[in-house]
């Protein structure tokens, strides 16, 4: 099975464009979790799909918005870019069904900077 | 969002040693994880325990489920300098029907060859 893939993997902006973060799971998946990572910092919860819906949010601002497609695909998107957003964008994968343990397997991230 | 207690939060280790790590939350899970990310890398899924009392080997790595259910241990034998990363760990428990998940804030590990 192939894993969990993230495009761009690298990507720099300039404050105040949007930028939009796209994450394939591994195939079967169902549920497409998020996370930011600053340096030196831990994973930080941004929010979690599932079936195309959002079932869990982090306390991140309103600029910071995803959304999950049929085929489980996710994007994430940050408009109004700020300095403090650069970071390693982490989605992960995992079964997500009721009943199922629901191991998360990472991609390799998205490194945004913003200039 | 809520993070479970990781410690020590760094540690630098002489090649060789044994390294133990802990995770501690105050909430109850049913499953515990643990995971590697190497820098710029994303986390990579090590070892899962599904059982309170669980003792579960990888290699030079072995996890265990505290019996409480708050905690979960991880000790490396005979570090070696590709050890060195993050540690995470992560606890699920049942949320609204199905396993949420709850990382750990991370262990970074550095190995003195």
């Known amino acids: 099975k192939a894993g969990v893939t993230q495009t761009p993997r690298y990507l720099i902006k300039t404050r105040g464009q949007q930028v939009t973060l796209s994450c394939s799971p591994i195939?079967?998946?169902?549920?497409v979790s998020w996370y930011q990572q600053t340096p030196g910092q831990g994973l930080q919860f941004l929010f979690e799909?599932?079936?195309?819906?959002?079932?869990n949010k982090g306390n991140f601002p309103g600029r910071f918005s995803g959304r999950q497609f049929s085929n489980s695909r996710s994007e994430m998107n940050v408009s109004t870019l700020e300095l403090g957003d650069s970071a390693l964008y982490l989605c992960?994968?995992?079964?997500?069904?009721?009943?199922?343990?629901?191991?998360?397997?990472f991609g390799p991230g998205t490194r945004l900077t913003v200039l | 969002g809520q993070q479970l207690n990781q410690s020590p939060q760094s540690m630098f280790i002489q090649e060789g040693e044994d390294v133990s790590m802990n995770c501690t939350s105050s909430?109850?899970?049913?499953?515990w994880l643990w995971y590697k990310q190497d820098p710029g890398e994303g986390p990579v899924l090590l070892i899962a325990?599904?059982?309170?009392?669980e003792l579960t080997s990888n290699g030079r790595l072995t996890a265990q489920f505290g019996t409480t259910r708050k905690d979960s241990f991880l000790n490396i034998s005979a570090s070696i300098p590709s050890d060195v990363g993050i540690y995470f760990c992560?606890?699920?428990?049942?949320?609204?029907?199905?396993?949420?998940?709850?990382f750990g804030t991370g262990t970074k590990l550095q190995v003195i060859p």
């Open positions: 992960a994968s995992s079964p997500g069904a009721s009943g199922l343990p629901n191991e998360q397997f």
């Open positions: 195939s079967g998946h169902r549920s």
């Open positions: 799909y599932f079936s195309e819906t959002q079932r």
């Open positions: 909430s109850i899970f049913n499953t």
């Open positions: 325990l599904y059982k309170a009392g």
């Open positions: 992560a606890g699920q428990r049942n949320s609204g029907g199905y396993q949420k998940v709850t």
